[in-house]
T-cell receptor, first 116, second 116 residues
Framework: AQTVTQSQPEMSVQEAETVTLSCTYD???????LFWYKQPPSRQMILVIRQEAYKQQNATENRFSVNFQKAAKSFSLKISDSQLGDAAMYFC?????????????FGTGTRLTIIP | DTGVSQNPRHKITKRGQNVTFRCDPISEHNRLYWYRQTLGQGPEFLTY????????KSRLLSDRFSAERPKGSFSTLEIQRTEQGDSAMYLC??????????????FGPGTRLTVT
């Protein structure tokens, strides 16, 4: 079974600084997708960024980028120029790529606090 | 596009009672997923549908739980004889089907269940 591990229950960063959230996963599959989701307090979960395992290039979305290390099974999220609105729980998630195996497996999350 | 909606947003029930939650996915999405999230944890997969067909069920979905998607549009999740351990946030998500090139799951705001 696939597992996703987020070893940092809480992180904090000064506004405008950069922070990196860690995620490791375990799988025997070669093709899969990885995601970072953001869950603000009392609000719904939204997708921040996704990475296809077959792509070597790291995904970027504005201030958000990932460091995908397939051999190490590591998928970290870097947030640049942190803003107060980035405060949230961040979940790393994994999904197999083949049809019929579409469930997301989530880590336990990292609570990110932005210090003004 | 109004996003994924869930009703009710909050439900308080006494142990032993039955409860039913509803999820309305994004209109063109044929995939619908249910997850359960307990405090301090990431969401855990319960079940998912392609149109009206239930394609996968987690072992978490005991025989007290049943989910339906009768016309391939909205879905209901029923919990019979609720127990205190059922207290959690129940999340619904939807996505476009396989072959569309899109596999992002869009989440609803969740239904928070408290069993007293």
């Amino acid at each position: 079974a696939q597992t996703v591990t987020q070893s940092q229950p809480e992180m904090s960063v000064q506004e405008a600084e950069t922070v990196t959230l860690s995620c490791t996963y375990d799988t025997s599959e070669s093709d899969y997708y990885l995601f970072w989701y953001k869950q603000p307090p009392s609000r719904q979960m939204i997708l921040v960024i996704r990475q296809e395992a077959y792509k070597q290039q790291n995904a970027t979305e504005n201030r958000f980028s990932v460091n995908f290390q397939k051999a190490a099974k590591s998928f970290s999220l870097k947030i640049s120029d942190s803003q107060l609105g980035d405060a949230a729980m961040y979940f790393c998630a994994y999904r197999r790529a083949n049809f019929g195996n579409e469930k997301l497996t989530f880590g336990t999350g990292t609570r990110l606090t932005i210090i003004p | 596009d109004t996003g994924v909606s869930q009703n009710p947003r909050h439900k308080i029930t006494k142990r032993g009672q039955n409860v039913t939650f509803r999820c309305d996915p994004i209109s063109e999405h044929n995939r619908l997923y249910w997850y359960r999230q307990t405090l301090g944890q990431g969401p855990e997969f319960l079940t998912y549908f392609q149109n009206e067909a239930q394609l996968e069920k987690s072992r978490l979905l005991s025989d007290r739980f049943s989910a339906e998607r009768p016309k391939g549009s909205f879905s209901t999740l029923e919990i019979q004889r609720t127990e205190q351990g059922d207290s959690a946030m129940y999340l619904c998500a939807s996505s476009l089907g396989a072959g569309t090139g899109s596999y992002e799951q869009y989440f609803g705001p969740g239904t928070r269940l408290t069993v007293t």
